[in-house]
């Protein structure tokens, strides 16, 4: 007896794409992500958007129009719109991996203390993100044992600046009871080399936690070309 959810036998008029999609399937479940390109891993997001057409064209279309698969996922859902055969069915697809990927990485991260896990906190600032299109500053909160308790987005700016006030940082600190801090930020222009703005107001803000017994960890600056660490420029 075949289980429950195997696929049936396709008809021998079957369109070429079924037998793609069962092939596409079995090589993902057999040698993981790495065993697709990114036109095929987006095939498979995209199947639950169109059950009974080719999708290759389209996510083919996608990869030419935003770069990579990380971009086509994290692309405002104006944007994908935008392109000749992306409906919402489409982006809510997109947009769900994107979420679901946004949640595993969050759970990663909070699952050992941040500097035992430095990894996972990375991944996590990376695709939270890499790809947002205006400067954001994102607060990680961590108890006295380096957990992590709280992360919050707590500025939104331009598309190269961030204003950040140092005392509302620290007051916000001390209501959630963090015995310290990861700064973070990205720069929507890719480059996560830090500014002379960033490494003035990480000083400010370094001295300001000090002052009532928080510790700041690290200030780390997220673009999609990588990622830059005060702690380890020897900045902080």
Same mark, same amino acid.
């Given at each position: 007896?075949?289980?429950?959810?195997?696929?049936?036998?396709l008809?021998?008029?079957?369109?070429?794409?079924?037998?793609?999609?069962?092939?596409?399937?079995?090589?993902?479940?057999?040698?993981?992500?790495?065993?697709?390109p990114?036109?095929?891993?987006?095939?498979?997001?995209?199947?639950?958007?169109?059950?009974?057409?080719?999708v290759k064209?389209l996510?083919?279309?996608?990869?030419?129009?935003?770069?990579?698969?990380?971009?086509?996922?994290?692309?405002?859902?104006?944007?994908?719109?935008?392109?000749?055969?992306?409906g919402?069915?489409a982006?809510?697809?997109?947009? +769900?991996?994107?979420? /679901?990927?946004?949640?595993l990485? #969050?759970?990663? &991260? =909070?699952? *050992?203390?941040?500097?035992?896990?430095?990894?996972?906190?990375?991944d996590?600032?990376?695709?939270?993100?890499?790809?947002?299109?205006?400067?954001?500053?994102?607060?990680?909160f961590?108890?006295?044992?380096?957990?992590?308790i709280?992360?919050?987005?707590?500025?939104r700016?331009?598309?190269?600046?961030?204003?950040?006030y140092?005392?509302?940082?620290?007051k916000?600190?001390?209501?959630?009871?963090?015995?310290?801090?990861i700064?973070?930020?990205?720069?929507p222009?890719?480059?996560? +080399?830090p500014?002379? /703005?960033?490494?003035?107001?990480? #000083?400010?803000? &370094? =001295?300001? *936690?000090e002052?009532?017994?928080?510790?700041?960890?690290d200030?780390?600056?997220?673009?999609?070309?990588?990622?830059?660490?005060?702690?380890?420029?020897?900045?902080?």
């Amino acid at each position: 007896m075949s289980a429950p959810d195997a696929e049936p036998a396709l008809p021998a008029d079957a369109p070429h794409y079924l037998g793609h999609r069962t092939r596409l399937r079995e090589r993902l479940l057999a040698g993981g992500a790495d065993a697709l390109p990114d036109y095929e891993l987006l095939e498979l997001v995209l199947f639950g958007a169109n059950a009974r057409g080719d999708v290759k064209p389209l996510a083919k279309k996608l990869l030419a129009r935003f770069g990579s698969f990380s971009a086509v996922l994290t692309a405002d859902p104006a944007q994908l719109a935008a392109v000749d055969g992306v409906g919402p069915v489409a982006i809510a697809t997109l947009k +769900t991996i994107q979420a /679901a990927a946004h949640r595993l990485a #969050r759970e990663q &991260a =909070r699952s *050992a203390p941040v500097l035992a896990g430095w990894q996972a906190v990375l991944d996590y600032c990376r695709i939270a993100m890499a790809h947002e299109p205006i400067e954001q500053v994102r607060l990680l909160f961590l108890d006295r044992k380096n957990h992590l308790i709280g992360d919050e987005v707590v500025q939104r700016g331009t598309i190269d600046h961030t204003p950040l006030y140092p005392r509302e940082v620290v007051k916000r600190a001390l209501e959630v009871g963090a015995s310290a801090l990861i700064l973070v930020h990205n720069h929507p222009t890719g480059d996560p +080399t830090p500014s002379k /703005a960033d490494i003035d107001m990480t #000083r400010t803000l &370094a =001295r300001a *936690a000090e002052g009532v017994g928080i510790s700041l960890h690290d200030h780390l600056v997220i673009g999609r070309q990588g990622h830059s660490s005060f702690k380890a420029l020897g900045l902080l």
